[in-house]
């Protein structure tokens, strides 16, 4: 099942190098931003998005008996390594091409730590996707004994189009995932990028050894955090409403950071800080089988077709006529007969979509604080 997964050889080969250094850690130089996330007709699916976002706001599930209790929202699966890359999973664009190892600090070393943010695909689209609070997230540190600055972020290996929907190969019966995302480090911050159309702002100032302790901890949340999430499911909009599932992005990884160093004994500013969240709006999921289970030997091969006929519509490099016709079919699917089929842990989940159907948006998330986050995270 693991080898559907994935473009990382193993944790040496790694284009982004998360091993500890005991020097200054150079890569080489910051990445162009012309070299990011989207390629191909990975993003016409992103534009999708958007579009479906609009159609859901204009004014049958399939069952499964012997269902096992649920206690919502369903964890994420952690993994003890990644698994090997399947040839076929392939970037447009290098995963971190400019990755360099984390540098190790001296225990009394300051560094500044940075909110960056700055909207999706700007290599494409400038400040189109700001405007509508679709944004990256990034963390910065600055040594300001060295005077030297750092990236980190977490994002997709194949792009987003990838991570969100599967390719049906004629060659093969199940849905084929290529989805992971990983975490990069560099050298270096790209100011203009962030501070032009985003945000690059001081929120923490932190020691070398928490520094440390953080790089120790995002390497094995990296090592055990392997693909990515896209959604985040509801059953509303209302802020009591139950999540059936957690999204695993970008923000998510940030998030995470923050906490983790609030943690370690980080002190951070009160600011407003927010972030993008993309929502599907659903009843109570259905779980409803793996691959095997659905696409085995012995599988079911009426909810089999059922899955992949859903799957169809989002299949990359189509033609202008065959989007159109995509787009109804998807619109069709989602907001007439409110079918959707999450793919989660390895598994298939029946989303019996209700109103507003999905929702892009672009909330505060208070940053952490210390004495309440020591309370409560495990990791």
Sequence with gaps: MLRRFGNLENLSQRPWKFELSGGSGLGMGPRTWGEWREGGGQSCWALALLWLTVAADLPSAWGSSGLRQRHWPVPYRRFEFRPTPDPYCQAKYTFCPTGSPIPVMKDDDVLEVFRLQAPVWEFKYGDLLGH????????????????KNYTMEWYELFQLGNCTFPHLRPEMNAPFWCNQGAACFFEGIDDIHWKENGTLVLIATISGKIFNQMANWVKR??????????????????????????????????????????????????????????????????????????????????LATAIKRFYYPFRPHLSAKEFLLSLVQIFDAVLIHRQFYLFYNFEYWFLPMKSPFIKITYEEIPLPNKTLVSKTLGL
């Design 132 to 147: 509508l609070n679709i944004m990256h997230d990034a963390i910065g540190f600055r040594n300001t004994l060295t005077g």
């Design 221 to 302: 949340d990296n090592e055990t955090g392997i693909y990515y999430e896209t959604w985040t499911v509801q059953a509303s909009p209302e802020k009591e409403s139950t999540t059936w599932f957690e999204s695993y992005d970008c923000s998510k990884f940030v998030l995470r950071t923050y906490e983790k160093l609030a943690e370690l004994g980080a002190k951070f500013k009160k600011i407003e800080t927010n972030y993008t969240r993309i929502f599907l709006y659903s009843g109570e999921p259905t779980f409803v089988g793996n691959e095997t289970s659905i696409f085995g030997p012995a599988g079911n091969k009426t």
